[in-house]
């Protein structure tokens, strides 16, 4: 035992580790956190699955239709994404950050950065694991067609469209308490995707819902997905807008996260 | 000595409206083995969350090895505990070690880690499965484990039973003969005394001492002896040998002293007509709040319903 001591505060170059190596660390310890409680990954493959199960497949006239059935996945795709990543980084940072390892772990020498990273890789992976079992139902029970280089996109859209619903769950999830988080991340949720035509289709919408969803990030993603899935034209503002909502969680991301300082007492 | 590792310069932190420290300036070399004292909500886990990174001070300055403590390179020395209770409980014991491991450039093998702190048998272990006392052993190993020169312990051995406490100590004193840095915080005075050579005593947001460890248990044997006397005798309490500090709470005043049979026996001898007497072992606080300030109006306000149990001398082992 005492043999080891010498060499303990020996002296060495004070550095950090390169921030990806720290990046690939936390990556593999939010993933490892995460399969743990795999009733966490179950509960969030489930709800957009069901919801094709229940809403599509019974519908002849989408069910039916190559078209229809391919706008109908993306648009459920669309609404596994958000919901993977306001619900793993809005209520998993919140939770975390009541635990009293947070502010132990923020004590450790790494910055924001890694940490953020392994959070948001990890959520990236739960969207993409979310839409297997949606595109698995729609290959089997709907005549969806598309080809392969439009199925591809559609998997390439995954984080693209995962990144500003992963800073606006991080925002949520510094910025508040585990409680109040979850009611918030719920509260934006199933308003947004339903606002943003992912539950019905925007043509379903009368005209005063229309405009007002073309302005929402969820509509934006929406029909953007449904472009790459679809190859039908969609409305050239989904991008700037969609850009903009994302320069806009950034900057509240951030700024929640400087002002966490784990658990207050007041 | 050379440049301090640790160092706080007129340090302020509030919490809303409460000051949790108040103007605090404290400077630790390289190699020091400082313990900081004072009873719950004094500021001693604030001071170890600003040295650490965590919170930022509303004013004055902060520097670890001579660098903000909110960059990640100031803390590439440093190793800190969590509380046992934090642990994720989905992690094994070998998982928790590594994750910690990971983020040091040489950090200890992970079998020397749990070895030190006879943990070895219970690496797959997931955390929410051990003992308090083995939660609380890995904690403190993980502070260890980045070989780092400034160790930060906040409570390390609160809770434990008397032989997981002493082995605790002994890994720890085994890792501070190699150089390293400490600071422990403590309401046991017995745990300072196996840990610190320097005593820093924290209350109500200020340093009240900073001595070495024998100067400040000297003063840690300070008694409370209470009387009730007619107020026009009071002024002759103050003249006693031997007494630090009068004071009245209530009906009944209250003299400090390193010796209270000295103070008994000159009350007899100067046929002082008191009556109610009755004599107390002094809080760490009571008797630093006596000493420190010259008035004791102020401070001892907040400290002044004194019949409150004494953490120090009572909860502590008795010495």
């Known amino acids: ?266 | 000595m050379t440049a301090p590792v640790v160092e706080l310069d007129r340090v302020t932190r509030r919490y809303g409206e409460v000051v949790a420290l108040d103007d605090v300036s404290l400077s630790v070399g390289e190699g020091e083995l400082v313990g900081l004292l004072g009873p719950n909500g004094a500021g001693k886990s604030t001071l170890l969350s600003l040295v650490n990174g965590v919170r930022r001070p509303d004013a004055g300055t902060v520097r670890l090895m001579g660098r903000d403590p909110r960059e990640p390179a100031a803390r590439a020395g440093l190793g800190t505990t969590p509380q046992e209770t934090g642990l994720p409980a989905t992690l094994r014991v070998g998982e928790v070690v590594d994750l910690v491991a990971g983020h040091y450039a040489d950090p200890m093998p992970r079998g020397e880690v749990l070895e030190r702190f006879g943990l070895g048998d219970l690496a797959r272990r997931q955390t929410g499965g051990l003992s308090g006392g083995q939660r609380r052993r890995l904690a403190v190993a993980l502070s260890l484990v980045g070989r780092p020169r400034v160790v930060l312990l906040d409570e390390p051995t609160t809770g434990l039973d008397v032989d997981a406490r002493h082995t605790l100590w002994d890994a720890l004193r085994d890792y501070q003969s190699g150089g390293a840095t400490v600071i422990v915080t403590s309401h046991y005075l017995e745990e300072i005394e196996a840990l610190a050579r320097r005593v820093v005593v924290v209350g109500s947001g200020r340093v009240l001492a900073d001595d070495d460890l024998p100067a400040v248990l000297a003063m840690a044997a300070a008694r409370r002896v209470l009387v009730e006397v007619p107020e026009s005798e009071e002024a002759r309490l103050h003249a006693l040998p031997g007494v630090l500090d009068v004071r009245r709470e209530g009906r009944r005043t209250v003299l400090l002293a390193p010796d209270a049979d000295a103070v008994v026996r000159a009350l007899v001898r100067d046929d002082v007509p008191f009556r109610d007497l009755e004599v107390r072992g002094a809080s760490l606080e009571e008797a630093f709040l006596a000493l420190t300030s010259g008035t004791p109006g102020a401070p001892a306000a907040s400290g002044a319903p004194g019949a409150a149990p004494t953490p120090a001398t009572t909860d502590g082992e008795p010495r």
């Open chain 1, 1 to 266: 035992m005492t043999a080891a001591t010498p060499s303990a505060p020996a002296t060495r170059a004070a550095g950090t580790r390169s921030w990806l190596a720290l990046a690939l660390l936390h990556t593999r310890f939010q993933l490892l956190e995460s399969v743990r409680v795999p009733i966490a990954v179950i509960g969030n493959l489930l709800f957009p699955s069901l919801a094709l199960l229940f809403f599509v497949v019974p519908q002849p006239a989408v069910a039916e239709h190559p078209l229809a059935s391919v706008a109908a996945v993306a648009q459920l795709g669309t609404f596994a994404v958000m919901s993977a990543c306001l619900f793993t980084l809005g209520a998993g940072v919140s939770e975390d950050r009541q635990l009293a390892f947070d502010p132990y772990v923020r004590t450790l020498p790494a910055g924001a950065g890694p940490r953020l990273a392994g959070r948001v890789v990890n959520a990236i992976v739960f969207c993409l694991g979310a839409q297997v079992p949606v595109v698995l139902i729609a290959v089997l029970l709907t005549a969806a067609s598309t080809s392969p280089a439009r199925f591809l996109g559609g998997i390439a859209m995954v984080p693209v469209v995962a990144v500003p619903f992963t800073l606006l769950g991080l925002a949520i999830g510094y910025a508040m308490s585990a409680k109040a988080a979850i009611a918030v991340v719920q509260a934006v949720l199933f308003p947004l995707a339903f606002a943003g035509g992912l539950f019905l289709p925007p043509e379903a919408f009368p005209s005063w819902l229309d405009a007002l969803s073309q302005a929402l990030p969820s509509r934006a993603a929406r029909d953007l997905v449904v472009q790459v899935t679809t190859g039908i034209e969609g409305s050239a503002w989904a991008l700037p807008v969609l850009l903009a909502w994302t320069a806009l969680f950034a900057a509240l991301a951030v700024l929640a996260y400087r002002r966490d300082e784990g658990r207050r007492f007041r």
